[in-house]
T-cell receptor, first 111, second 117 residues
């Protein structure tokens, strides 16, 4: 079955460590997105990529980095520069003319 | 920049009743999509319904329908015959249409809907 896989579901890190969240899709979608969700804030766009080897900053890119070396993969690195990294992170992809398809999310807790 | 506003942080409805969730948006674009997504306690984001701005007819999907008022920039979601499984956060979202340009979804802050037995 086609879909988006985010792993792991829960992730714990110590403050000061970089951590990478995985996102893989087998939907053959060109566009991929990372959103952050906090209580009462809705979903805020971190980074997005329209094609391989290209990506753009979203509304809250500071403290995050991404890569898009393969069409299927769009990993997100939360760096130590991110002031409040604890959040729920959602990855999504979209094909031409279609709505966003979301993964199941990763809950990151930094202590 | 586009903005999406959901003015009702929380709502509740009795099972089998009808409820309407509000959404307004601000844009200078003429071609765009609007969406309603549902996020149950599992936190999986599920597409409920979508509307193309160029279509005058309101979209419907079974018990879910929208009232799209383009001039007023309003896009409300009506849920008929509410069921316990409709309990979730509901997000309104906007996506502009461009030719080969950036297309990103802008979300509202959500409305928490509780369906009571």
């Amino acid at each position: 079955d086609g879909g988006i896989t985010q792993s792991p579901k829960y992730l714990f890190r110590k403050e000061g460590q970089n951590v990478t969240l995985s996102c893989e899709q087998n939907l053959n979608h060109d566009a991929m997105y990372w959103y952050r969700q906090d209580p009462g804030q809705g979903l805020r766009l971190i980074y997005y990529s329209q094609i391989v080897n290209d990506f753009q900053k979203g509304d809250i890119a500071e403290g995050y980095s991404v890569s898009r070396e393969k069409k299927e993969s769009f990993p997100l690195t939360v760096t130590s520069a991110q002031k409040n990294p604890t959040a729920f992170y959602l990855c999504a992809s979209r094909g031409l003319g279609s709505p966003l398809h979301f993964g199941n999310g990763t809950r990151l807790t930094v202590t | 920049a586009q903005t999406v506003t959901q003015s009702q942080p929380e709502m509740s409805v009795q099972e089998a009743e009808t409820v309407t969730l509000s959404c307004t948006y601000d844009t200078s674009e003429n071609n765009y999509y609007l969406f309603w997504y549902k996020q149950p306690p599992s936190r999986q984001m599920i597409l409920v319904i979508r509307q193309e701005a160029y279509k005058q007819q309101n979209a419907t999907e079974n018990r879910f329908s929208v009232n799209f008022q383009k001039a007023a920039k309003s896009f409300s979601l009506k849920i008929s015959d509410s069921q316990l499984g409709d309990t979730a956060m509901y997000f309104c979202a906007f996506m502009r249409l461009t030719q080969g340009g950036s297309e990103k979804l802008v979300f509202g802050k959500g409305t928490k809907l509780t369906v009571n037995p």
